[in-house]
């Protein structure tokens, strides 16, 4: 009979995101913040003991080619090291949109991990060696699996350092029928940075200090590198030109596409989303939600 376990998979933003030059293996260090947010998928996890290691995931046929995920790739790299002969059906019921910055990906895989430590119970692997499975996944799921809320984030994702940000209200932006994969966006601000380090602009001190400032004051202190690389200006800068009207800090979430403001006030939110959703119609997807 098979067990089952769940969690949530919750979404993140970069309130602050600075790119560093290549290594020589092709990877960009970072420096960011990054909060989690209360959008989340669901992960289910059905397991039982067998022969030999296999997972099988729905949930994601309409994202990617099956085989391909984040689950089957975090499970694997689980496997290898754990050699844990365990039957997995994962189901993901998503919520997160994806190509749109918000880490989903990751922190599905994250979760998932977590899930397969609970099922090993005295087999579960070191918290060393998850980590180092965490950051052969993607670089943004180490900070998945710290547990921790709001973290700045260096190197390829493997420095950690928990942050705290009070609860504040936010409002998700995605505009429809528009993408950009992570590969592309780093190609693309290659192609305009060259191979500059565009780390270490801001003093940590700084970033770090305000973030326990009200949100206007983030202002001209956080910002993010794959701004510049953003297409479809006509959403962006409508939204950032009505944003500019409120108290509060928008910006870009990872390489995009989704965007972003953050206030104190939750009147501000919801009169910014009337107005986005005024204008774009059904060209733009919006979610008022809170940071975590």
């Known amino acids: ?104 990906g990751s922190s599905d895989a994250a979760a998932l991990l977590t899930l397969l ?23 943004d799921v180490p900070f998945f699996l710290s547990n921790h809320s709001c973290a700045l984030v260096e190197g390829r994702g493997e420095r950690i350092r928990e942050l705290s940000v009070e609860p504040k209200h936010i409002l998700l932006a995605q505009p429809l029928g528009y993408s950009i994969s992570t590969k592309e966006a780093y190609a693309c601000l290659d192609r305009l940075s060259g191979r500059d380090d565009r780390t270490g602009r801001v003093p940590l001190e700084t970033l770090i200090a305000t973030l326990g400032s009200k949100t206007p004051h983030w202002r001209g202190v956080y910002c993010n590198d794959f701004e510049k690389c953003t297409d479809f200006a006509e959403f962006y800068e409508q939204a950032a030109l009505l944003a500019g009207k409120y108290e509060g800090f928008e910006s870009l979430s990872g390489s995009g596409s989704c965007w972003y403001f953050i206030s104190e006030s939750e009147k501000s939110v919801l009169e910014l989303r009337g107005k986005l959703q005024s204008i774009f119609l059904d060209s733009v997807q919006l979610w008022c939600t809170k940071l975590i």
Not at 61 to 79: I, N, P, Q, R, V
Not at 117 to 139: F, H, K
């Open 117 to 139: 430590q609970q099922a090993a119970g005295e087999s579960a692997l070191p918290l060393r060696e998850l980590e180092e499975i965490a950051l052969g996944v993607g670089s």
């Open 1 to 104: 009979m098979d067990t089952v376990l769940s969690c949530q998979a919750y979404a993140k933003v970069n309130l602050h995101l600075a790119v560093g030059s290549p290594f020589a293996d092709g990877y960009h260090p970072i420096e960011s913040i990054f909060s989690l947010v209360d959008l989340s998928d669901h992960i289910e996890m059905r397991w039982k003991e067998s022969d030999s290691f296999s997972i099988d995931v729905s949930g994601l046929e309409a994202f990617c080619d099956k085989g391909s995920d984040t689950l089957s790739k975090a499970a694997g790299l689980w496997y290898e090291r754990s050699r844990l002969p365990l039957s997995l059906k994962v189901h993901c019921e998503k919520r997160i949109p994806v190509k749109a910055g918000l880490g989903g």
